[in-house]
């Protein structure tokens, strides 16, 4: 899509994470795979590397053989770019927008902010450098802003975005402030000054409830999903009930498995 960014798109979602590498170790890049890794976005980094016309990658990933049985498969990829056509005029205007580029940054934070949600801070493309004393965050109490000490979660290097750890208070206002400059993409871009504000909900916004399995069964875990089958809350069966406390009041479905492996998660079967 972009002179400096490659995307690899799979057919699906492969049960393990695919690896790829550059065929020449004179490439610079780093790698970003989606949530659902069935895409991976690869970021060039040096201008030696964004000035290259076609490059090659090598793709090992997991593919259903002829039987029908996964294995693993290596396929190289060719990536070729070719600039679009346009006027001198259009070529000027884009080359002083790049010239003149701002780093984006978007925030989850609105009014209605659920207090089980993480404050994030995302970015279009990968960040290389965070300075967190560039960045504040207050407590609105009547007309005051009141600092709020927090921390940034660990992430991997050059993250696309990250979240904030508060103790946040239910119905209570607050707002993020990132100062100019705090934030560096890969590519030495930067940012002007944002401020996020936003507002958690009050507690008497939700719903709590209580499952208990009769009989009670050992090493049981419940799940809620929403309409779309997606999973909102997870927690082990207690002998006394599981209480979930904070949902959104709203349709829901319960699910529950044994868990035999003890790793605390849904694992799929084996049908050998």
């Known amino acids: 899509p972009e002179r400096h960014k ?25 790698t970003r795979f989606n949530a659902n890794r069935d895409s991976a976005t690869i970021w060039l980094l040096d201008s030696m590397s964004i000035a290259q016309d076609s490059l090659f990658f090598e793709t090992r990933y997991r593919r259903t053989d002829s039987l029908y049985r996964l294995e693993w498969g290596i396929d190289t990829v060719r990536a070729i770019w070719r600039a679009p056509r346009m006027s001198a005029k259009a070529k000027e205007t884009q080359e002083r927008k790049n010239r003149n580029r701002r780093l984006e ?7 209605g902010f659920e207090i089980f949600d993480t404050l994030q801070l995302r970015c279009i493309t990968p960040m290389a450098a965070i300075e967190q004393d560039s960045i504040h965050l207050f407590e609105r109490v009547d007309s005051i802003l009141k600092p709020v000490p927090f921390s940034i ?33 890969i590519y030495g871009v930067t940012h002007i000054a944002g401020s996020y504000p936003f507002q958690l909900k009050a507690l008497t916004d939700y719903s709590t409830l209580r499952v208990k399995l009769l009989p009670s069964v ?4 419940i799940q809620i999903l929403d309409t779309k089958d997606k999973v909102v809350r997870e927690l082990p069966a207690e ?19 044994e868990e035999r492996n003890g790793d605390g998660k849904w694992t799929t079967g084996a049908w050998a």
């Open 218 to 221: 050992h090493n049981m875990r």
């Open 105 to 111: 940054l978007k925030s989850n934070a609105r009014k």
């Open 239 to 257: 002998p006394e009930g599981t209480l979930f406390e904070y949902l959104k009041p709203d349709s829901y479905y319960l699910r529950c498995y």
């Open 6 to 30: 490659i995307l690899i798109a799979f057919s699906a979602s492969p049960d393990s994470m695919a690896q790829i590498r550059a065929t020449t170790d004179s490439l610079h890049y780093i």
């Open 153 to 185: 979660a660990e992430h991997d290097t050059f993250p696309m975005s990250i979240a904030f750890v508060a103790d946040f208070k239910p119905d209570g206002k607050y707002e993020l402030r990132i100062d100019s400059g705090a934030i560096h993409d």
